[in-house]
């Protein structure tokens, strides 16, 4: 019998993530710091209105953009918070999670050979999605010397004559890496000067910490019509279930992606619409208190992890760690297998997100404090036995 399978997506590897997150569910005992959601139930206000859109039945399709409230809501929302302008009409479109939204805009930009910068470590989906759109993924690789930020200098190492589209990842899924606005402008300069267009994944914008805000790169002088903007409601409003996402963008991008939404989708939930318009409406104080919640977990775990002696860069958004297991002397693949296998603690090695993430494991704070307490020290019992076994001090 012929072969039924396409040669391309054979030969993309499953996520790293979710191979961790299936071994757990079979586990007695085990606990998870591998996946990236909330634990949060979504707001009251917010599931109330999705009730009360399944009572009235309103189970039908909405337009394929979306629903018109919820682009209008979602234009506010990116006017208040990134001082963002986008015609809800024609410069708004709502998807499946903020994954669709990085697929369809990757199928929608790139012809076969156009080569995609994607700065790692990051999110397992942008290699994929750029293969599977026909581009050819270019990695930069950050470092934490300079706090997993993309630098100037990376950048222009990398860009070459097929370079067409750049992904900034900030704040970055697994490093909790983040851009501020004097780390974007060098960016966006190269950006004009070398005529390429931004995928900025700005899902994790809400949960950054300190006293500076998020920026986007899409607010910068010259950039709003170089930049697909993405975000959602998974990480902000506890909504990963809701699977709602969007894209805004210039309208020459958007109609593309909309027409792919299209023929593909049709439209994102609705039920889920009708809840994101109160999410957008009278969210902000539940943002807020997640976002608090979750700053004192991430100072909990940083703390932890230098108790354990493992260096870790201080991560100023999202809700993940970055720790090194360099000392060691186990790959990260290595480590996470044994810890699980001995401690019942599942974490990510830092290779699911690139090469360059050899040496680190993920470890989110997407937990309660109860948990984060047992696994770690879990955790710290297993580094102790490292380190005994290698005769570290």
Known sequence: MRNPLSDTIVH?????????????????????LGVGEPDFDTPWHVREEGIYSLEKGRTFYTSNAGLKSLREEISRYLSRRCSLTYNPDTELLVTVGGSEAIDIALRAMLNPGDEVLIPQPCFVSYVPCTILAGGTPVPIELEEKDQFKLT???????????????????????????????????????????????????????????????????SLPGMRDRTVLINGFSKAYAMTGWRLGYAAAPHMILEQMTKIHQFAIMCAPTTSQYAAVSAMKNGDGDVEMMRESYDQRRRFVLHAFQEMGLECFEPNGAFYTFPSIRRLGMTSEEFANSLLREEKVAVVPGTAFGACGEGYLRVSYAYSLKNLKEALGRMARFVKKLDEENGNP
Do not use: W
Not at 204 to 218: D, F, K, P, W
């Open 12 to 32: 993309i590897e499953p996520s790293g993530i979710r191979k961790f997150f299936d071994i757990v569910n079979e586990m007695k005992d085990a606990i998870s």
């Open 152 to 218: 100037p200098e990376k950048l222009l190492e990398k860009i070459t004559d097929k370079t067409k589209l750049l992904i900034m990842p900030f704040p970055n899924n697994p490093t909790g890496a983040v851009m501020r606005q004097e780390d974007l402008e060098p960016i966006a300069r190269i950006i004009e000067e070398k005529d390429l267009f931004v995928l900025s994944d700005e899902i994790y914008c809400e949960l950054t910490y300190g006293q500076a805000r998020h920026v986007s790169i899409a």
